[in-house]
């Protein structure tokens, strides 16, 4: 589904990825760990083509997509979730879904009841403006956002990052349902606990560079790596 080879990313002069290469099989959820500015924000834009890397490839479902304008990337079936949500603080709930709205590759075919029904309190928060929201109900919306243009893949950002532990395990539920239906996931995460119970591969990556790969379990019996990789 995804594959990267030897990308480098850079703000301005800013080295900030270097030589990052992953790959991602269809159906299966990825997570990508690492601590806070060791450049997992940066991978997912660099893939989606909001910061094209300067070296390296990116290939998705077997096509070379290298610098593609993100509503390029949108088309071919990728969704992306930010960390920083970026909701629209003055549509209401359901607006914010029905602007997303559009047929996609995915094989699910989602629209505002299928996301109610993975979310059920955005169904009680529908005609609540987005800046009025809770940070674990706009967590909700930008994921509900995205499933909306029915994507086969997406890439996920810091999903628990600010929220209550209790919506931290609805999370998990949620990526393990998607997983169910057969969407591919790239997670980026620094909560290898969370991570445990549904991602089939991990990467590490840490100042910018990916310093392990392979199953959660192999990760978590290498204490060196997740010492050295500040996991």
């Given at each position: 589904m995804l594959e990267l080879q030897d990308i480098h990313t850079f703000y301005g002069l800013s080295h900030i990825?270097?030589?990052?290469?992953?790959?991602?099989?269809?159906?299966?959820?990825?997570?990508?760990?690492?601590?806070?500015?060791?450049?997992?924000?940066?991978?997912?834009?660099?893939?989606?083509?909001?910061?094209?890397?300067?070296?390296?490839?990116?290939?998705?479902?077997?096509?070379?997509?290298?610098?593609?304008?993100?509503y390029v990337m949108v088309r071919k079936g990728m969704g992306y979730v930010p960390d920083d949500r970026r909701i629209f603080a003055d549509l209401t709930v359901g607006e914010n879904l029905e602007i997303a709205a559009r047929r996609g590759p995915?094989?699910?075919?989602?629209?505002?009841?299928?996301?109610?029904?993975?979310?059920?309190?955005?169904?009680?928060?529908?005609?609540?403006?987005?800046?009025?929201?809770?940070?674990?109900?706009?967590?909700?919306?930008?994921?509900?956002?995205?499933?909306?243009?029915?994507?086969?893949?997406?890439?996920?950002?810091?999903?628990?990052?600010?929220?209550?532990?209790?919506?931290?395990?609805?999370?998990?539920?949620?990526?393990e349902r998607l997983k169910d239906i057969g969407l591919t996931v790239l997670l980026a995460e620094q909560n290898i606990k969370f991570t445990m119970r549904f991602s089939d591969l991990g990467y590490i990556i840490d100042n910018g560079r990916i310093c392990f790969h392979g199953t959660l379990k192999d990760l978590m019996e290498n204490e060196d790596v997740r010492r050295t990789c500040g996991i």
């Open positions: 990825l270097f030589s990052v290469s992953l790959k991602v099989e269809e159906g299966k959820v990825v997570c990508l760990l690492g601590r806070n500015g060791a450049g997992k924000t940066t991978t997912l834009k660099s893939i989606l083509g909001l910061t094209p890397p300067k070296e390296g490839r990116v290939w998705f479902k077997g096509e070379e997509v290298t610098g593609k304008e993100p995915g094989r699910h075919s989602w629209d505002k009841g299928e996301v109610y029904e993975l979310f059920p309190p955005l169904a009680r928060l529908e005609h609540r403006r987005g800046g009025f929201l809770s940070g674990g109900e706009q967590k909700m919306l930008a994921i509900g956002r995205a499933l909306m243009g029915n994507p086969d893949f997406l890439l996920l950002d810091e999903p628990t990052e600010g929220i209550a532990p209790v919506l931290v395990k609805a999370f998990g539920q949620t990526i």
